[in-house]
């Protein structure tokens, strides 16, 4: 089984900054594409970015530029910089990954880190 966890999540101002991590283990595994997603309070889930094995990146066209995504393979870890954070990007922040487990292909999601952006 392979777990997600996320961390780095918590309240910023609006204008700040904010970087989140998630980091997969696990057993027997390998992980494909990465992405990070968020659910705003009575919003559907929505993709952000993601980061393929190779470093290709693919972000949702309103959030390029204030939002990088990032992957270190080695640490199976995945990491969204989000910058010039505004009231409208208070959400719960999760990360997905396509993977390989036990030789059966799925995916996994991270339980979510809270970002209020809030003076």
């Known amino acids: 089984q392979v777990q997600l966890v996320e961390s780095g999540g918590g309240l910023v101002q609006p204008g700040g900054s904010l970087r989140l991590s998630c980091k997969a283990s696990g057993t027997n595994y390998l992980v494909y594409e990465m992405s990070w997603h968020r659910q705003a309070p009575g919003k559907q889930r929505e993709l952000i970015a993601s980061i393929s094995r190779s470093g290709s990146t693919n972000y949702t066209e309103s959030l390029k530029g204030r939002f990088a995504i990032s992957r270190d393979l080695a640490a199976d870890t995945v990491s969204l910089q989000m910058n010039s954070l505004k009231p409208a990007d208070t959400a719960v922040y999760y990360c997905?990954?396509?993977?390989?487990?036990?030789?059966?292909?799925?995916?996994?999601w991270g339980q979510g880190t809270q970002v209020p952006v809030s003076s």
């Open positions: 997905h990954a396509d993977l390989l487990a036990g030789g059966r292909p799925g995916g996994a």
